[in-house]
C-alpha cells in the first residue's frame, strides 16, 4: 500500500511562499495505477520526487508497505528507493558506457553485487521489453524507443512495489510512445506493483483505470477533458 496523507511542499522564493502542493493525500493499493495530467509548472514531478523519496515534503506523511522512508536515515533512505522503487524518467539517463545488459544490472551493484538470479532476471525483462539481440549493445547504438525501453527493464531489476514514471512518452514518436506505454502496462499487470505515471498526453493518460489532475497542490480524481 502506498499511502499520501495531506502532503504540502513550500518553496521559499525570497519575497513569499510559493506552495506547490496543499494538503495533498492519495492511496494506492498494489495492482492498482493511476495517471496524473496536469499544466507544466503544477507540482507534478515534485509529487513524484516526494513519493519517490527523491524530496522531502515541507508536512505530511508518505507510507510505502507500512514504512517511512523520511525516518530512515541517509543511509536506510538510500537502499529504501533502491530495493522499493523504480524510476522512468522522460530522458533514460542509461550510463553511456555501459552495455544494455550493465546498465540493467547497475541497481543491484548498490545492494549486494550482480547475482545469477539478478542476471536471469535482467535478461528476461530484456527479452520481454524486446531487447534480447541488443544486450551487448551501447545507449548511443539504440533508438530512442529502445533506450526508454532499457530505462524500464532496469526500473524493474528489483521488481519494485512502487514504479515512478515521469513523462515516460515525452521524448518519443508516436509509435515508441504506444510500445512503450503498452510495455510498461502489461509489466504491471504480471508484476502487481503500484504504477503512477505523471503526463501531458491525454492518450497515454485515458489508457489508465484511475486518473487525476494535480490542481491548486491537490489532487482531483477523474479524466482531464481535452479543448
Known amino acids: 500500500m502506498l499511502r499520501a496523507q495531506s502532503l504540502r511542499k513550500v518553496y521559499s522564493t525570497g519575497s513569499e511562499d510559493l506552495v506547490v502542493l496543499d494538503g495533498l493525500s492519495l492511496r494506492l493499493a498494489p495492482g492498482e495505477s493511476l495517471a496524473i495530467t496536469g499544466p507544466s509548472g503544477c ?5 513524484l520526487h516526494i513519493l ?13 508497505e507500512g514504512q ?8 536506510g533512505l538510500a ?9 522512468v524518467f522522460q530522458d533514460h539517463h542509461l550510463l553511456p558506457q555501459c552495455t544494455v545488459l550493465e546498465n540493467v544490472l547497475v541497481p543491484t551493484l548498490v545492494s549486494g553485487g550482480v547475482t545469477p538470479a539478478a542476471e536471469e532476471w535482467a535478461r528476461g525483462l530484456l527479452e520481454r521489453v524486446g531487447l534480447s539481440g541488443r544486450l551487448s549493445h551501447l545507449p ?11 530505462s524500464v527493464a532496469r526500473a524493474l531489476i528489483h521488481k519494485p512495489p512502487l514504479l515512478l514514471c515521469d513523462e ?60
Open 68 to 75: 517511512n522512508p523520511f525516518g530512515l536515515g541517509t543511509r
Open 52 to 64: 519517490g523519496a527523491l524530496d522531502e515534503p515541507t508536512s505530511g506523511e508518505v507510507e510505502l
Open 79 to 87: 537502499a529504501f528507493r533502491n530495493r522499493k522503487i523504480g524510476f
Open 168 to 227: 515516460p512518452t515525452g521524448n518519443l514518436d508516436a509509435a515508441s510512445a504506444r510500445a512503450v506505454k503498452d510495455l510498461l502496462q502489461a509489466l504491471h499487470g504480471e508484476i502487481r506493483n503500484i504504477l503512477i505515471v505523471v503526463t501531458h498526453s491525454l492518450e497515454l493518460a485515458s489508457s489508465f483505470s484511475r486518473q487525476a489532475r494535480l490542481r491548486e497542490g491537490r489532487l482531483e480524481e477523474g479524466p482531464e477533458r481535452s479543448a
Open 43 to 47: 507540482g507534478k514531478s515534485t509529487l
Open 140 to 150: 548511443w547504438q539504440l533508438s530512442g524507443g529502445e533506450r526508454q525501453r532499457a
